[in-house]
T-cell receptor
Framework: AQSVAQPEDQVNVAEGNPLTVKCTYSVSGNPYLFWYVQYPNRGLQFLLKYITGDNLVKGSYGFEAEFNKSQTSFHLKKPSALVSDSALYFCAVRAHNLYGNNRLAFGKGNQVVVIP | DTEVTQTPKHLVMGMTNKKSLKCEQHMGHRAMYWYKQKAKKPPELMFVYSYEKLSINESVPSRFSPECPNSSLLNLHLHALQPEDSALYLC???????????????FGAGSRLTVL
């Protein structure tokens, strides 16, 4: 089955420090990978995606992610975290349901807490 | 207009009630989605409409009935729900064919449903 794993439940980081949110994937074939963020009482917002091309993907709000095929990872990074980055972050991969339809399979989510 | 608008924001209903959730977008997106999300969990896909036709039903109980009256509107009709159906219901839309699995989803803020 095609899936992503987000190994940590919560990531705590001091404001101004680098932020990394980890994601590993398990797919057959070429992965389509996504990161979404959810602020409190809001829907999910798209940050970035990797389909093909450059392994370093730049996205919204200063976030970037690096696709690493050998490590099957797609970690989300930000050089300097802000308090406003505190949110729930979801990694997702294109997957198939039982009938072969494409859909997004989300990871369990990581709560990021940026400490002032 | 780059938003997906969901109404109502909050809904409390009894197990015998009939209610509806509404979703609207004016971005010209031709794929629309319903997701269910429990607190601090990833969203779970329920239904996908592509070009106003139901293309995916993730084995959702019949007490949830989707409807897509036109390309801008998506409804979710609720009847005889159970307390475990209490959740945040998210609507999303995307350009192009939903079947590609590469589309970026634009989410609404959600309708928080409580079933008593």
């Amino acid at each position: 089955a095609q899936s992503v794993a987000q190994p940590e439940d919560q990531v705590n980081v001091a404001e101004g420090n680098p932020l990394t949110v980890k994601c590993t994937y398990s797919v057959s074939g070429n992965p389509y990978l996504f990161w979404y963020v959810q602020y409190p009482n809001r829907g999910l917002q798209f940050l970035l995606k990797y389909i093909t091309g450059d392994n370093l993907v730049k996205g919204s709000y200063g976030f970037e992610a690096e696709f690493n095929k050998s490590q099957t990872s797609f970690h989300l990074k930000k050089p300097s975290a802000l308090v406003s980055d505190s949110a729930l972050y979801f990694c997702a991969v294109r997957a198939h349901n039982l009938y072969g339809n494409n859909r997004l399979a989300f990871g369990k989510g990581n709560q990021v807490v940026v400490i002032p | 207009d780059t938003e997906v608008t969901q109404t109502p924001k909050h809904l409390v209903m009894g197990m015998t009630n009939k209610k509806s959730l509404k979703c609207e977008q004016h971005m010209g997106h031709r794929a629309m989605y319903w997701y269910k999300q429990k607190a601090k969990k990833p969203p779970e896909l329920m239904f996908v409409y592509s070009y106003e036709k139901l293309s995916i039903n993730e084995s959702v109980p019949s007490r949830f009935s989707p409807e897509c009256p036109n390309s801008s509107l998506l409804n979710l009709h609720l009847h005889a729900l159970q307390p475990e159906d209490s959740a945040l219901y998210l609507c999303a839309s995307s350009q192009g064919q939903a079947s590609s699995g590469a589309n970026v989803l634009t989410f609404g803020a959600g309708s928080r449903l409580t079933v008593l």
